[in-house]
């Protein structure tokens, strides 16, 4: 059974920069395409980020391109999300996703394709 364990949120200034992690147990990462998601409270869950398995192409959310990137190191079944320029407005839940069969290669933003989510880690940013 696939799983997936995200750590690295905590606690950031405005300006800062935080690295999250996400460990795939269970399969290969590189039968998946994977996500970034997260929840603000009061809102719906938001698409972040995805990279894709085929030459590892990357798509963002609007509200977070320039700052943040994806990347997957599939040798150690890891995916991670590097936050920079932290703002108040990126403090939710994140949450890790995997997205196998044909999303895997073609990758996807939408919440519907992913299989399998991770628990979250909460990410505050303070003014």
């Known amino acids: 059974q696939v799983r997936l364990a995200e750590s690295g949120g905590g606690m950031a200034q405005a300006g800062e920069s935080l690295r999250l992690s996400c460990a795939l147990s269970g399969h290969t990462l590189s039968s998946y395409c994977m996500g970034w998601f997260r929840q603000a409270p009061g809102k719906e869950r938001e698409f972040v980020a995805t990279?894709?398995?085929?030459?590892?192409?990357?798509y963002y959310g609007n509200s977070v391109k320039g700052r943040f990137t994806i990347s997957r190191e599939d040798a150690k079944n890891t995916v991670y999300l590097q936050m920079n320029s932290l703002k108040p407005e990126d403090t939710g839940v994140y949450y890790c996703?995997?997205?196998?069969?044909?999303?895997?290669?073609?990758?996807?933003?939408?919440?519907?394709?992913?299989?399998?989510w991770g628990q979250g880690t909460q990410v505050t940013v303070s003014s």
């Open positions: 990279i894709n398995t085929s030459a590892g192409a990357t």
């Open positions: 996703a995997a997205a196998g069969g044909p999303w895997a290669m073609i990758g996807t933003i939408s919440e519907r394709d992913y299989d399998y």
